[in-house]
């Protein structure tokens, strides 16, 4: 059970004012607000052991040394990875996947052979292997998705060639809400010898994650989106996966030993982790970890299922809206549905705390310049996925995005700003 009112007590930027009104957050998607628990963890490391990591033989290294391992397993720990080596500490989602298709491209591909992604992927899961395609030569193909956001598995199949190299897509899209059938389509992506990278950005902060059980080959995501501090995020690779590809950076911690002739690298996470790490922000991390494990992620997923089921019901009640994405009956008790495909077969379709609308013809900047006026913060926007804005025919949504902390009121207000604010135009 998530007591809502018991966890806003751990957040104390949930009792801002914005213009007079109560701000209603409603941004997760973009950025988690922090629970003091993860603040003074970082505070605390700055006062009390604050020394930089791996190098000093000093009491205070040894100690922040050490805190960093303990965070590494926190990661591990919390999305199931089978051993710590795999978990390399990287700035963010987009970092992490930038270093994979660097290094993927550079060891696994030659010009000509193709990377799988789906149409409703970030920005951040196309432009890196566009970049690949300008330096190497590959090939960016894409799985195309039904109106409502639903992946095509059948057409996902179809794309597979001899010269498929990698599939990466997102775990949960960040504009619809979809939750994918990721453990399907990497165990197609084996079928055809393929390893597959899942962006677990809008997943990770939201439902219980195993990565053994999925059996992703790489994995991950960003910690500020999880409750915890910007520039620290988590790249999952399995071991077989990491020790064949090359480093992403040179630099201090990277290496074995170094010479102007010769350089050996790291064992394992560290070859992939140049440079003096965010330790604090790893510290920061474990903590928010170890806060929505305490709760309980099963339980968060729940009580954010609610919230968005609670959402939706009234939000399609009003008049010209439009909701992308999977709209699951709204009248039902659980967000979980089949629904079927365009051949006619039925696929397990569930949606994320992530809803992006229109109404009438009202402006998403409009709108969401007014809304913010009655103190509710939304996104507006392409939200980083403009080829997505391209398959729906439209520039842009509001999109309200959920989390722990937010509350059924908060709903209503979400409900009730949309109808004054339509009323104006
Ligand atoms: N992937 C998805 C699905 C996202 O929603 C985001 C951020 O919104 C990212 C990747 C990029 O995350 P970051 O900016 O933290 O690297």
Known sequence: M???QSIRQDFPILQTEVYGHPLVYLDNGATTQKPRQVVEAMVNQYYHTNANVHR????????ATDMLEQSRETVRKFIHAASVDEIVFTRGTTEAINLVASSFCQQEMQAGDEVIVSAMEHHSNIVPWQLQAERKGIIVKVIPITDEGILLVDEYEKLFTPKTKIVSVAHVSN???????VADIIRIAHDHGVPVLIDGAQSVPH???????????????SGHKVYGPTGIGVLYGKREWLDRLPPYQGGGE???????????????????????????GATGLAAALEYVSNIGMQAIAAYEAELTQYALRQMIQIPGMKIFGPLVNPQSSIVNCQLSQQDGSEVQCSRGSVISFLVGNIHHLDMGTLLDRLGIAVRTGHHCAEPLMHRLGIEGTLRASFALYNTLEEVDALVAGIKRVASMF
Do not use: R, W
Request: proline share 7%; net charge negative; with cysteine.
């Open 56 to 63: 000093g033989v000093h009491h205070l290294s040894v100690v």
């Open 207 to 221: 439902m219980p994650v195993d990565v053994q059980a999925l059996d992703a080959d790489f994995y991950c995501f």
């Open 254 to 280: 990277m290496i074995g030993t170094v010479s102007f002739e010769h350089t050996t690298f790291n064992q394992l996470p560290y070859k992939f982790e140049a440079g003096t790490p965010n330790y604090v």
């Open 2 to 4: 998530v007591n809502v």
């Open 175 to 181: 504009v619809l809400g979809t939750i994918n059938p």
